[in-house]
């Protein structure tokens, strides 16, 4: 029988015929923490294949601009990565990054251009994005948490809702002559890098931090892992969500806004189907939609790597048209490859 | 019930020792009523649990056992009545902090987070901050080694929960419970998921604990565990507290008296065989291997009831589900009433002429959302009307039949199957099994949870089944399920050890499902 070795009384049995469990390094290193840096054997392929392909792949230019137009993407990538890792599911991100600045480019924006009110000056325009993005945040968070409806279903609602506000306001069109404030975030340089960029990774760094080592940060895996168990320790788990699913939406109104700023326009098609991809890249990272698993560092890299793919694809000459059915093409390649490697059925 | 079985281990520790009378109770409720709408759930209630004892709390399901465990636990505020802790009264339901300095619950759902390690499970909530306000990982796994050893829990702290067996994560969760600062701790049904020798080790870390001052509130269905761990027992009946008595002075049948309020009534009277040789056999096994299992050949004839018997992991579950199809064998064959159904397609056993009641009714016997009427008609589809639509009017009137053979309590066959009892839950399930006249019956732990009367009830409807022709196989290591089985055939470490003919010793069949021999 495969016993459980417990040392009732005095040093363990000798012999146990314990489950060993893989581990590296004289057993310093668990496989377990092994599989958030499966990715990175992956993009070391990638790149080597995308030098091979072009060599002005890895030149500086290349890879910031793979970088920058990552960057946007890789924060609602961020969003979605501590929901799921609560066991919830916010698909209303992508059409919060469209209506946050969208609302803001609307009240700002000179009337006699386009759709614009000019209601307000031009330096409210980032405070009143992430202002609509934390009220998305709410609602959601009302109606999923409070009120206890399904997530999904809740957010798909709102997914559609917001969509169509945006359209509403814009009258189906593109907010142009934006004030300088809001494209400052998207256009500037710090240090020679795009601050898109700067703010990407810095999220994602402290994101790291805050999931691995601090207890608002251990409490999500708790609530993913066994809600009812996480009540049980102590925590506040009501109190969590809403933390959680507010920040999220915040977090996909500053994407919105970085990407307003680069193309200097609010399309009222902004983020359109982009939660797709999102949801693939988190998956491929090793995040489980089942809640309680996965990493920041592991999502990171699921978004770089299916970035560098495509820039490899651009770079390699593949008409533009074909673009689409290799994107898809390739979250299912990722995915396969991530179940061999992680070797769990993914539900 | 039984006597003797395990018997091998020692005697509970004296729990007197440099124990003063005068000291006042670890915890003490009086006059507790607690309702949950229109049902009383506990109804003047009381428990007296001194420092240093192992005190059992038994009772039927719905006796309030659970209620009095999430009043003394703080989950739940009682209506009426006090609870004191030490002589100190209860603290507010809000102070989570208080009350788990008081008491703590290691409960049969586990509370352990299984994605998380054993040592941040241990420290959930109040990890150790490093100077940078961040947690420290590296003295929480210290704190987590610390605590292990100090109880001597042989687990490594880095483990994910997920890998724990149902043993080592009690003794995590108990570990747990200490380090809080409790002395004191429910035991909610520990042994439900434990076999014999781990039971045994459980019991030897209770005993030990106990040394060390660790008081114990220990809730079984199984009353030979209570005569071998317990110094007192608290019976608890239809919401009411009925008595209080140092075990070692209180006979197993006075008990179970006190457990159903009537004399206990022996169910011992002999069935008569309806084993029907004429016909083909309902079952027949030969051969049969797998992981789990090895070389099990046995035959079930029309009308016989055979048990199959064994510890946890024993193989017995593993090949009754072979039998309906939901597992395959490796090698080996099936074959029910002279047909062989493709193994490991339960559709086709079902076909064959089987009916089933798989081992966990949450996991895999109903849904609970759906009606009873669905539920219960669910593999049948084909009595429901033909080229596959069904017909309403049929279903409920096929589900108001099985309601009523079945005695299941409820207002009627549109209720959602999760709003019933333990007991009505498994009719239900066990009226599926019967819902095509099956020429064979199979039942997996059939009355795990279920209260005594529904259990009588439920295992009547066998008695009867069998009478009509039927083949039973029923796999269990509950011993009621097993008496009035024709045979019982005991498997251990996955083979048919040992066959024991109707009128056996409690104690014959436990040493076979140990795999000890008495009479060595």
């Not at chain 2, 339901?93 to 987070?113: F, G, P």
């Not at chain 2, 043993?167 to 747990?176: K, L, N, S």
């Amino acid at each position: 029988m495969p016993e459980t070795v417990l040392a009732g009384s005095a040093a363990p049995d000798t012999a146990e015929p314990q489950v060993r469990r893989t581990a590296l390094l004289g057993g310093r290193i668990p496989l377990a923490r092994l599989r958030d840096l499966a990715l990175v054997p992956a993009i070391i392929v990638i790149a080597v294949v995308g030098q091979i392909v072009n060599p002005v792949f890895l030149q500086t230019d290349n890879l910031i601009n793979v970088l920058q137009t990552m960057s946007e993407m890789a924060l609602l990538v961020l969003a979605q990565t501590m929901i799921l890792i609560v066991k919830k599911m916010d698909l209303s991100l992508e059409s919060t990054m469209g209506l946050a600045p969208g609302v803001a480019a609307w009240l700002v924006v000179p009337t006699g251009a386009g759709h614009g009110l000019g209601l307000l000056p031009g330096a409210w325009s980032i405070p009143v994005t992430l202002a609509v993005g934390a009220l998305v945040g709410v609602i959601n968070s009302l109606l999923i948490i409070r009120f206890g409806l399904n997530g999904f279903i809740v957010t798909l609602g709102m997914l559609i809702v917001l969509r169509g506000v945006l359209t509403g306001i814009s009258g189906g069109q593109t907010f142009f002559q934006l004030p300088q404030s809001m494209l400052y975030l998207g256009t500037a340089e710090w240090f020679g890098m795009p601050a898109s960029i700067w703010i990407c990774l810095a999220l994602f760094a402290v994101a790291i931090v805050v999931l691995g080592w601090t207890g608002f940060g251990r409490s999500l895996y708790a609530i993913g892992g066994n809600v009812d168990a996480a009540k049980a320790a102590g925590i506040r788990t009501d109190r969590v969500l809403w933390t959680v699913i507010v920040t999220g939406s915040v977090l996909a109104a500053l994407a919105g806004l970085l990407l307003s700023g680069r193309l200097a326009s609010v399309a009222s098609a902004q983020g359109n189907g982009y939660i797709f991809t999102v949801m693939a890249a988190a998956v491929i990272g090793g995040i489980s939609l089942n809640g309680g698993k996965g990493t920041m560092f592991g999502a990171f890299s699921g978004i770089l790597l299916l970035y560098m793919i495509q820039n490899v694809l651009t770079l390699g000459g593949v008409p533009a048209q074909w673009i689409g059915a290799l994107n898809g093409l390739i979250i299912l390649v990722a995915l396969t490859i991530s179940r061999i490697t992680g070797g769990k059925v993914q539900e | 019930m039984s006597d003797g079985e395990r018997a091998a281990s020692p005697a509970p520790a004296p729990a007197d020792d440099g124990r003063v009378p005068a000291d006042p109770p670890v915890v003490e409720a009086t006059g507790i009523v607690k309702r949950f709408g229109p049902t009383v759930a506990l109804n003047g209630a009381r428990i007296t649990i001194r420092p240093g004892e192992t005190h059992a709390l038994v009772g039927r399901n719905g006796a309030g056992k659970s209620t009095l465990v999430s009043v003394l636990t703080g989950l739940q505020a009682p209506d009426e009545g006090t609870v004191t802790f030490g002589g100190d009264p209860a603290p507010r339901l809000t102070d989570r902090d208080a009350w788990r300095r008081n008491v703590a619950c290691v409960y049969q759902k586990s509370t352990i987070i299984p994605t998380l390690t054993v040592a941040e499970n241990l420290f959930l909530n109040r990890q150790q901050h490093g100077r940078n306000r961040l947690i420290s990982w590296q003295s929480v796994r210290r704190g987590a080694q610390d605590l292990l050893s100090t109880w001597s829990v042989d687990v490594d702290p880095q483990t994910p929960a997920a890998e724990l067996s149902v043993e080592q994560r009690q003794f995590v969760e108990i570990a747990r419970a200490l380090s809080f600062g409790a002395r004191f701790i429910v035991l909610d049904e520990p042994t439900a998921q434990l076999d014999g020798p781990a039971i045994n080790r459980l019991f030897d870390r209770i005993r030990d604990l106990q040394r060390q001052g660790v008081t114990f509130l220990f809730i079984s269905h199984h009353l030979q565990e209570i005569y071998e761990i317990c110094d007192m027992v608290t019976v608890f009946r239809d919401a009411r507290h009925i008595l209080t008595a140092p075990v070692a002075e209180l006979p197993r049948t006075e008990l179970v008296a006190a457990m159903t309020g009537e004399a206990a009534a022996d169910r011992l009277e002999e069935r008569a065989s309806t084993l029907d040789t004429g016909v083909t056999a309902a079952l027949s096994v030969r051969g049969l291997g797998a992981d789990a299992y090895d070389d099990v050949t046995f035959q079930i004839g029309a009308g016989e009831i055979v048990g199959l018997a064994g510890a946890a992991g024993s193989g017995r579950t593993e090949v009754a589900e072979t039998v309906v199809g939901l597992r395959a064998a490796d090698g080996g064959e099936v074959e029910i009433a002279g047909k062989r159904p493709r193994p490991g397609s339960v559709p086709a056993a079902l076909a064959a002429g089987a009916g089933f009641v798989p081992q966990d009714r949450h996991h895999q016997g109903y849904v609970p959302d759906m009606s009873i009427a669905d539920n219960a008609t669910l593999s049948v589809p084909h009595l429901l009307g033909g080229n596959g639509f069904l017909s309403r009017a049929r279903r409920d009137r096929l589900a108001a039949g099985m309601i009523e053979k079945l005695a299941i309590k409820t207002p009627g066959p549109e209720l959602p199957v999760s709003a019933l009892s333990g007991g009505n839950q498994q009719k239900v399930v066990m009226a599926r099994a019967l819902a095509d006249d099956p020429r064979l019956l199979v039942l997996i732990n059939p009355t795990a949870g279920v209260d005594v009367r529904s259990k009588e009830f439920l295992l009547g409807k066998v008695e009867e089944t069998a009478a009509t022709g039927t083949g039973v196989l029923i796999a269990s290591d509950e011993l009621d399920d097993l008496r009035m089985c024709d045979r019982v055939l005991v498997m251990f470490q996955g083979r048919v050890t040992t066959e024991i003919a109707r009128g056996w010793h409690d104690h014959d069949l436990v040493a076979a499902m140990e795999g000890v021999d008495l009479h060595a």
